[in-house]
């Protein structure tokens, strides 16, 4: 039996048990999925109440910020976060799911232990298991993120729940100031890089360090360094360098044209 691919790019499929694919659930990584962690206000309609009232925008956000706030100071606990991810889908496989992905699998294992089996904000047990999900930048619905998506229910790709930018910062600007990094982890940032895909923390830590820089002024640093006494010894002996080398070349080159007209 064929893997399904809805399974592998986003942990979950609308035809769960039923599904003819292989849901393959992974038995270790570096992401976990909490199955219907966050209750939001508006649980069938978006902005309206059980009763079919209205929503103050603001409360629904703050209902859900709140929560945000609770679950990454539980969740950091057991490691460096790379990512949290709330759900903002409303299909019946997908509503209120949380991901979070640890910059290592022993992190994910360490909050699973933790976490599988104990009550929530709302004394229902939580629910955690491993993700095979490790790229939210194919999981995630870009129409969504421009308010594009027509799909609504239907759509199969997560509708990542935004938190205000102030809040992302608060949160994950802790991440800034540690300096070890494995190389494979430069590697996949990289890589991200490249595609656009910045995790929540490495795009406040790439703000923050732009930030640094204008603050600083960057023109002023590069002229400083540019005429330090240290600079200048450098770049004659590069200039000097590259002389005998475009030298060494012209020489060669005169000594054939030589040998050929003789
Ligand atoms: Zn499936
Ligand atoms: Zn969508």
């Known amino acids: 039996m064929a893997d399904c ?9 609308r035809r769960g048990k ?3 694919q292989n849901h393959n659930r992974p038995t270790i990584s570096p992401t976990l999925l909490f199955s219907k962690m966050y209750q939001r206000l508006d649980k069938s309609t978006p902005g309206i109440d059980a009763e079919g009232n209205p929503i103050d ?3 629904i956000q703050e209902h859900f910020e709140d929560f945000y706030k609770d679950i990454f100071k539980k969740l950091s606990k057991y490691g460096e976060i790379r990512c949290l991810h709330v759900c903002d889908n409303l299909a019946y ?6 991901y979070v992905q640890f910059c290592d699998e022993k992190q994910a294992k360490a909050a699973f232990k933790g976490l599988q089996g104990m009550l929530d904000n709302n004394g229902r047990p939580i629910r955690v298991h ?10 995630t619905c ?30 994950y600007s802790r991440y800034n100031q540690s300096r070890s990094r494995s190389p494979s982890f430069r590697r996949d940032r990289e890589r991200s890089h490249e595609r656009g895909d910045l995790r929540d923390r490495d795009r406040v830590r790439h703000e923050m360090r732009y930030e640094r820089m204008s603050r600083r002024s960057r023109y002023r640093r590069s002229r400083s360094r540019s005429r330090s006494p240290s600079y200048r010894r450098y770049s004659r002996e590069r200039s000097h360098e590259r002389g005998v080398q475009r030298s060494s070349i012209e020489r060669d080159r005169d000594r054939e044209r ?3 007209r003789s």
Request: aromatic share 10%.
């Open 5 to 13: 691919p809805m399974y592998l790019t986003t942990g979950v499929c």
């Open 18 to 20: 039923h599904c003819t």
């Open 57 to 59: 925008p603001n409360q």
């Open 93 to 98: 496989h997908m509503a209120g799911n949380v």
């Open 130 to 139: 491993y993700s095979p999900v490790t790229n939210f930048y194919q999981a």
């Open 142 to 171: 870009g129409l969504f993120e421009k308010h594009r998506c027509e799909r609504g229910f239907k759509c199969d790709l997560l509708h990542v729940k935004k938190i205000r930018h102030t809040l992302m910062r608060k949160l």
């Open 258 to 260: 030589h040998e050929r």
